[in-house]
């Protein structure tokens, strides 16, 4: 299966604007024969927008912004990951919604919120990624800060996932570039596992961003990265060109988890 990643421009603030380069993004991802396409944290509002983000957060059923969202990969034929902001009674969460073709909408709220700034705009996800089958690949979610915790990836490979999707919003630093280049390609390393990590690039009104979204293969190559600029990234998923790399590398099958007590 081929998939794409979208790193996007954070200096864009106006959300018609965003939209714009979502709609684009999705078109020129589905002519390239993409069946799934990410976008990074927040990707709806911009990461830095701030209470923006908490005034206008959706609702996973009865939004329109998802519904014009769904809409648009209907039309195009692919399913998409963005980085949204949802409301659930009093509550909002950075979540990263999975919309499909056939119109289902299922949605993972980020567990590990990073710093004064999230906590200050988001309530925790209390719940393990959900695994949701697509054209016989089976997907995990994570948001971000999530990624860089191994049990969060390894507890989507131990139940089954092929390939990890993460929207995100890295700061550039070089911590930044470590994640992107090192850490990403170690969590797939070390779980055998498929990960598809979109990062924004550029700046908004309070951060700047490390660009270099990338995909990363079980056996911890980059299939593919971006650079410091707006642009779509792809790579074939193919589960079954990696099996040498899981035989030689049997960290799930080995696990052995010792009691404390």
Known sequence: MKIAVCQMDAAISDREERFSVIERSAGEASEEGARI???????????????????????????????????????????????????????????????????????????????????????????????????????GFLVCFDVEFPERTRDLAMRGADLVLVPTALPKSSAGAFIAGSVVPVRAFESQIFIAYANHCGADQHFAYQGSSCIAAPDGALLASASINAELIFANIEPQAYEHSREQNPYLDELVILDPA
């Open 37 to 139: 396409l990410v976008f990074p944290e927040l990707a709806v509002t911009g990461y830095g927008a701030g209470e923006v983000i908490a005034s206008s957060a959706e609702s996973l059923k009865d939004s329109p912004v998802l519904a014009r969202l769904s809409d648009l990969v209907k039309n195009l034929g692919l399913a998409m990951v963005v980085g949204v902001a949802l409301k659930q009674a009093d509550h909002v969460f950075n979540a990263a919604v999975f919309l499909t073709p056939d119109g289902s909408r299922s949605a993972y709220s980020k567990v590990q919120l990073y710093g004064a700034y999230e906590k200050g705009l988001f309530q925790p996800g209390d719940a393990p990624s959900l695994i949701v089958e697509f054209e016989g690949l089976k997907l």
